[in-house]
């Protein structure tokens, strides 16, 4: 089965402090792609990152970074010097490749970053 | 950059009415999806649409439910009689293609069921 967890459902931060959004996973396939999408108050889903099951390099973007480890199915966001707008929901996603290409969201994370 | 673009963006229906939800996807996509968020709750997968049919669909996409692509460029999303629990943010998406290709969503159309 393919699945997304988010333990963590809510976080709040003061700005300037560092936080981690864990994300774990389940799936068959054995090509797969992981996502995390943040959605403002303002409701869209706004696209952060795609990776590769077969990329396992870290990647950061400005004050973002993301671990993949495949040998805990983890791909874990860290937002490093925290802002007040990256306060929103934070869902990591799943899709596959083989049996589905659907996109497996979990249950997000709500960031309140305080001032 | 190339949008999905959705109307409207929000929409109050009766109970029991027919609603259409409408999406414009990226002009060279060929994959295409909805998916639903009930208020406070993760997003789910309901169908996805591909050669002028439906490749896969959720437990959620009942009859209820349908979509077209009546003319080549809009997507729509129909659901016959609205219910209370049907209130929720559709979201549209598509791709250019399988697998490789990222997905880019619309903005959501908020459908509220009176």
């Known amino acids: 089965a393919q699945k997304v967890t988010q333990a963590q459902t809510e976080i709040s931060v003061v700005e300037k402090e560092d936080v981690t959004l864990d994300c774990v996973y389940e799936?068959?396939?054995?090509?797969?792609?992981l996502f995390w999408y943040k959605q403002p108050p303002s409701g869209e889903l706004v696209f952060l990152i795609r990776?590769?099951?077969?990329?396992?390099q870290n990647e950061i973007s400005g004050r973002y970074s993301w671990n993949f480890q495949k040998s805990t199915s983890s791909f874990n966001f860290t937002i490093t010097a925290s802002q007040v707008v990256d306060s929103a929901v934070y869902f990591c996603?799943?899709?596959?490749?083989?049996?589905?290409?659907?996109?497996?969201f979990g249950t997000g994370t709500r960031l309140q970053v305080f001032p | 950059e190339p949008e999905v673009t959705q109307t409207p963006s929000h929409q109050v229906t009766q109970m029991g009415q027919e609603v259409i939800l409408r999406c414009v996807p990226i002009?060279?996509?060929?994959?295409f999806y909805w998916y639903r968020q009930i208020l406070g709750q993760k997003v789910e997968f309901l169908v996805s649409?591909?050669?002028?049919?439906?490749?896969?669909k959720s437990e959620i996409f009942d009859d209820q439910f349908s979509v077209e692509r009546p003319d080549g460029s809009n997507f729509t999303l129909k659901i016959r009689s609205t219910k209370l629990e049907d209130s929720a943010m559709y979201f549209c998406?598509?791709?250019?293609?399988?697998?490789?290709?990222?997905?880019?969503f619309g903005s959501g159309t908020r459908l509220t069921v009176v």
């Open positions: 998406a598509s791709r250019q293609g399988h697998s490789n290709y990222g997905y880019t």
């Open positions: 799936t068959r396939d054995t090509t797969y792609y």
């Open positions: 990776r590769n099951s077969f990329d396992e």
């Open positions: 996603a799943l899709s596959g490749t083989v049996f589905t290409d659907k996109l497996i």
């Open positions: 002009s060279n996509h060929l994959y």
């Open positions: 649409f591909y050669n002028n049919e439906i490749s896969e």
